[in-house]
C-alpha cells in the first residue's frame, strides 16, 4: 500500500506581504496564515504525516500553540536559502518515514484556502499516474508582455496556459532526484519537468489563491469565513 506524505516549505519572509513579522505568520481569520495550510493538510485522512520545514533562525513559530493540528505535524528547522532546497530538505528529514514509491505532496505555506475537495480531487486523479501532478486553473485573463519601459509590446496567446497551484505531488524518490539535480527551478513541477517526465495538470479553482500582498489576506479570509458560513 502506498502512502501519502505532506511537505510545507515555510523557511522565506514573504517581503511583499509587507508587516514586521513574516508572511506566514501574520494573522487570518485569528489564527496564523500558516495554520490554515496546515490544517487542510492534517485534516485529510489519508495523509499520514506532515512536515513543516522553517528556517533555523525561525523565532515565531515556538511562540505559537499548534496542538489543534494534532499528531501528524512535524516541525523540522532546516529550511534552506531556496524553496527547492528547503524541500529538499524535508524530503531527507521524511526519509525515516517515505519509500520511493509513497506520494509526497508539497504545499505552498501562503495558500490557506486549500479545500478538502481540491484536495480529494488531485488524490484521486494521480493515484495510478506514473508521474504525478499538480493542482492548476487555465489562464482566462488576456496576457500582455511589457518593454523595459513597461508599456505593452505584444499580446501572448493564452491558449494552452494553466497557472500553478499547489499542493503538487510526486513519488517521493522521483521528486528527491529530481531536485538533486535541477534545483534551479520555482517549484516541484519544473524539477519534474527538467528531468524529463511530464506532470498531470488537476483542475483547480481560484479560491486556492495564494497570498502574496497585504490585499490578499483579506480575500483569503473572505473565502474562508463564506467556507465556514456553508458548512453550519
Known sequence: ??????????????????????????????????????????????????????????????????????????????????????????????????????WVLVHDAARPCLSQAMLTALLDELADDAVGGILAVPVADTLKRADDQQRVAATESRAGLWQAQTPQMFRYGLLARALAEHAGGTDEASAIEAAGFRPQLVHADASNLKVTYAADLRLAEWILQSRQQENE
Open 1 to 102: 500500500m502506498q502512502s501519502y506524505y505532506a511537505i510545507v516549505p515555510a523557511a522565506g519572509t514573504g517581503s511583499r506581504c509587507g508587516g514586521e513579522t513574516p508572511k506566514q505568520y501574520q494573522l487570518l481569520a485569528g489564527r496564523p496564515l500558516i495554520y490554515h495550510s496546515l490544517a487542510a493538510l492534517c485534516r485529510c485522512e489519508r495523509i499520514a504525516r506532515v512536515w513543516v520545514v522553517l528556517s533555523p533562525e525561525d523565532i515565531w513559530w515556538r511562540q505559537g500553540d499548534w496542538t489543534s493540528l494534532g499528531y501528524k505535524l512535524e516541525t523540522v528547522f532546516c529550511g534552506g536559502e531556496t524553496r527547492a532546497a528547503s524541500v529538499a530538505n524535508g524530503l531527507r528529514a521524511a526519509a525515516t518515514a517515505a519509500a520511493d514509491d509513497d
